[in-house]
C-alpha cells in the first residue's frame, strides 16, 4: 500500500470531494446480503467503502487482502468493508480519518447496509444534518429491496416496510425466479402508488448492473438531470391530472404521493418559513418531498425527508421553459389539500408579499392551525 499517495489524495478531516453514499435497506429477508455479496464482487465497485452490520453477514474469505483494524478489512478489487461498532457518525468519521492518513485506499463512494427492522431516516438524518458527516460525505439516494414472495404481506404488516418502500429512491424487487408472475405485477403496482417517482427493478440473486443503482442525487442540474431527479412525469403516469393528486394504496399505513404545482413565483421569506414550520409542526408526515420553486424569478430545488431540510440550492438558469414552482410530496395522513392550505395560510404569493420580502405575521396563526387539523 503506498501511503504518501493515499494521503496526498485527501486532507485530514475533509475529502478533496465528497464520496457519494447510497443507503441499502429492505425489510428483513429481502436479500440485501445477497445484493452485497454480489456488488462485492463487481469490477465497477472497486474503491467502494461498504458499511455492514456484521462481517459473518458476507462472504469474504476468498477476496480478504487485509485487515487494517479489528472492525476494518480490505478486498482485493479494491473496496473496504467496515462493520458498525457504536454509532455511525463514529464510523463514518473513523474511515474517512484512516484515509486522510493513508491507513486505506481512497475510496470513490459509500455504501451503508442497514438491518431490516431500521428506519432509514436516522441514516439520511446523519449524511445530511451531522456536523462532522456533511462535510466528508454526501447523500446519493436510498436503495430498498423488496421480497418478490413476501413482499406484500410485508407491507401489510409492518410499517417499517411501507416507510423504506416510501423513501427510496430505487425499488428493487427480489426472488422473481421463484414469485409468481402475477405476485410480481401486483406488487410493482402497489409500489408504483405508495411511490410513483422511485424506479423499480426487478432481480434474481441479486444480479443487477450497479450502474443502475447510483447517480441518484442530483449532479447534473440541465432540463435533463432536473427531470430524472425530480421524476414529476411518474405522478401523471400514475394517473393525476395536471398538478392534481395522485393516491397511494389507503391501506398502507395512509401513505399518500402527489404532487402539486404553484402558477406565481414565492417569496424567499415564504419558502424559509414554510418549510421550516412543515417539518417542525408535521415532520413525522412528510415522508419525502422534493421541488424546484420559483423564488422570486429564479429557480431553487428543496429536498426534504420528514424532519429533515436540505439547504434549498439555487440554480444558475431554469432547465426548461416552464416557470412554474414544481413539488412532489409522499406523506403519511396528510393529503394534498392540506399540503395547499398551508400554503395559503402563509401567504405564499411572491406577488402579494410586501417589498420586503416579509410575510403577514397573522400567517404564522394561521398556519399552526391548519396543520393542527391535518387529517
Known amino acids: 500500500m503506498r501511503r504518501q499517495d493515499h494521503s496526498a489524495r485527501m486532507k485530514r478531516g475533509k475529502s478533496p470531494e465528497r464520496p457519494p453514499v447510497s443507503v441499502i435497506t429492505g425489510y428483513l429477508g429481502s436479500g440485501k446480503t445477497t445484493l452485497l455479496n454480489r456488488l462485492l464482487r463487481h469490477p465497477a465497485l472497486a474503491n467502494t467503502a461498504v458499511i455492514i452490520n456484521e462481517f459473518g453477514e458476507i462472504a469474504l474469505d476468498h477476496l480478504l487482502v487485509a485487515a487494517p483494524s479489528e472492525n476494518m478489512v480490505l478486498l482485493a478489487n479494491g473496496c473496504i468493508c467496515c462493520a458498525v461498532r457504536g454509532d455511525l457518525v463514529g464510523t463514518l468519521g473513523d474511515l474517512a480519518d484512516k484515509r486522510a492518513r493513508g491507513e486505506t485506499p481512497p475510496f470513490d463512494r459509500v ?30 439516494g436510498v436503495l430498498t429491496l423488496v421480497d418478490g414472495v413476501h413482499g406484500a404481506a410485508q407491507l401489510d404488516a409492518h410499517r417499517e416496510a411501507v416507510k423504506q418502500a416510501a423513501l427510496a429512491d430505487r425499488l428493487l424487487i427480489t426472488k422473481c425466479d421463484v414469485a409468481p408472475d402475477e405476485s410480481i405485477a401486483a406488487l410493482e403496482r402497489r409500489l408504483g402508488a405508495l411511490n410513483p417517482a422511485a424506479q423499480r427493478y426487478r432481480i434474481t440473486r441479486g444480479e443487477i448492473s450497479p450502474e ?69 409542526l408535521r415532520g413525522a408526515n412528510l415522508l419525502r418531498m422534493k421541488g424546484l420553486l420559483n423564488v422570486e424569478g429564479r429557480p431553487v430545488t428543496v429536498h426534504a425527508v420528514q424532519t429533515l431540510i436540505d ?45 420586503s420580502g416579509a410575510f403577514d405575521p397573522r400567517a404564522y396563526e394561521r398556519f399552526v392551525a391548519v396543520a393542527g387539523n391535518f387529517r
Do not use: C
Open 311 to 355: 439547504e434549498p440550492v439555487p440554480l444558475e438558469r431554469w432547465p426548461d421553459e416552464d416557470r412554474r414552482s414544481r413539488l412532489v410530496f409522499i406523506t403519511r395522513d396528510m393529503a394534498r389539500a392540506d399540503i395547499e392550505r398551508t400554503l395559503d395560510a402563509l401567504g405564499f404569493d411572491a406577488g402579494a408579499a410586501q417589498q
Open 111 to 140: 455504501l451503508i447496509e442497514t438491518t431490516g427492522l431500521a428506519d432509514p431516516v436516522p441514516v439520511l438524518q446523519t449524511l445530511i444534518t451531522d456536523p462532522e458527516v456533511g462535510p466528508r460525505y454526501r447523500l446519493d
Open 212 to 280: 443502475e443503482l447510483f447517480g441518484v442525487a442530483l449532479e447534473d442540474r440541465g432540463a435533463k438531470g432536473l427531470a430524472r431527479w425530480l421524476r414529476q412525469e411518474a405522478y401523471v403516469a400514475t394517473g393525476a391530472r395536471r398538478g392534481g393528486y395522485i393516491g397511494a394504496d389507503r391501506h398502507d399505513n395512509g401513505i399518500d404521493a402527489f404532487s402539486v404545482h404553484l402558477d406565481q413565483p414565492v417569496t424567499r421569506a415564504g419558502l424559509v418559513t414554510w418549510l421550516h414550520l412543515l417539518a417542525s
